[in-house]
């Protein structure tokens, strides 16, 4: 059995420890706002946070959860009202959208640390990919949500 918080509230399941934190949120959990992408953390479409820090939940084995907090979309705000998805609607980001969630936890994270990034910063930091190339309005996106959580 392995114990962690997820979204605020306490979980428990039984799998095997070296099951992908993807999988157990996805199949066990049902909790299907986290991607899967490319199933080797170069896409970034899993982005979750544990403890605060990103992370690609899809080689991150759920025993690495036991006793931390998980952070999905789902718990980022329980209505859309985080900064950064705010922006994201405002500036138009998604095109097909199958990224975002990853994208915007991965921001999320990125702004918690550096509440005010560069575009260097960002390209530094925000490695999640978007295939439909939606990379012009997520720079601005991101410098409204920093600007919105100063406010």
Sequence with gaps: MIQFNINGSAQNVDVEPEMPLLWVLRDVLGMTGTKYGCGIA???SC???LDGNPVR???VPVSAAAGKRVTTIEGLSRDGSHP???AWVAHEVPQCGYCQSG???AVAALLAKNP???DADIARDLTNSCRCGTYA???PAIHAAAKALKA
């Design 42 to 44: 170069q896409c970034g």
């Design 47 to 49: 982005t979750v946070h």
């Design 57 to 59: 939940s899809c080689v």
């Design 84 to 86: 950064v998805q705010k």
């Design 103 to 105: 994208q915007i936890m």
């Design 116 to 118: 005010n990034p560069t």
């Design 137 to 139: 309005r997520i720079r």
